[in-house]
C-alpha cells in the first residue's frame, strides 16, 4: 500500500509539474503577442503550482520592469 501511495504522489507532482510548464509556455505565446495581462496572469498560474519555476519568475519580472 505505500508503494502504491508514493506512486500516486510522484505521479500527482509529475502532472503538477507538467502542468506548470504549460501555463509558463502559455505566457511565453502570449508575450510574444504582446498580451502582457495574460502573460503574467499564466505566469501567477504556473508559480502557484510550482513555486520554485524560475523562469516563470524571470518573466514577470520583466514584465515588471518594461512596465507592463
Known amino acids: 500500500k505505500a508503494r502504491a501511495e508514493a506512486a500516486a504522489v510522484v505521479s500527482s507532482q509529475a502532472a503538477t509539474g507538467a502542468a506548470a510548464e504549460e501555463l509558463y509556455e502559455q505566457g511565453?505565446?502570449?508575450?510574444?503577442?504582446?498580451?502582457?495581462?495574460?502573460?503574467?496572469?499564466s505566469w501567477d498560474g504556473c508559480l502557484r503550482l510550482n513555486p520554485e519555476h524560475e523562469k516563470a519568475r524571470l518573466g514577470i519580472r520583466r514584465l515588471k520592469l518594461s512596465g507592463g
Open 28 to 41: 511565453v505565446r502570449e508575450f510574444s503577442i504582446g498580451d502582457y495581462k495574460a502573460a503574467a496572469g
